[in-house]
């Protein structure tokens, strides 16, 4: 069994800044790609960012510039840091890690965290 904890969301301004973290813990061999989706209310989860397991990144276009994606293997852990937040990128943010477990055929399989979430005021 795998869980992922999302951390660090609240309130701030526009302007702003916000750290999420998102630990993954349970049974797991090793962790390929991590992302951080996001969803506003009355619209669909969309990408925000993920990062491979060598640290390749990518960003939606929206937040390029803005916010950084980054991991650490040994913790198992991604974060995202959110720098010049606009109102727009009031959401939940869920992250999703591709686990790779111990069995013989070293399945990958996604899991979700909880959700955290993030309200930038104007």
């Known amino acids: 069994q795998v869980q992922l904890v999302e951390s660090g969301g609240g309130l701030v301004q526009a302007g702003g800044s916000l750290r999420l973290s998102c630990a993954a813990s349970?049974?797991?061999?090793?962790?390929?790609?991590m992302g951080w989706y996001r969803q506003a209310p009355g619209k669909q989860r969309e990408l925000v960012g993920a990062?491979?397991?060598?640290?390749?990144?990518h960003y939606a276009d929206s937040v390029k510039g803005r916010f950084t994606i980054s991991r650490d293997n040994t913790k198992n852990t991604v974060y995202l840091q959110m720098n010049s937040l606009k109102p727009e990128d009031t959401a939940v943010y869920f992250c999703?890690?591709?686990?790779?477990?111990?069995?013989?055929?070293?399945?990958?399989?996604?899991?979700w965290g909880q959700g955290t979430r993030v309200t930038v005021s104007s």
């Open positions: 990062i491979t397991s060598a640290g390749s990144t």
């Open positions: 999703n890690a591709e686990v790779v477990d111990y069995g013989p055929w070293r399945r990958a399989v996604g899991y």
């Open positions: 349970g049974s797991i061999f090793s962790i390929n790609d």
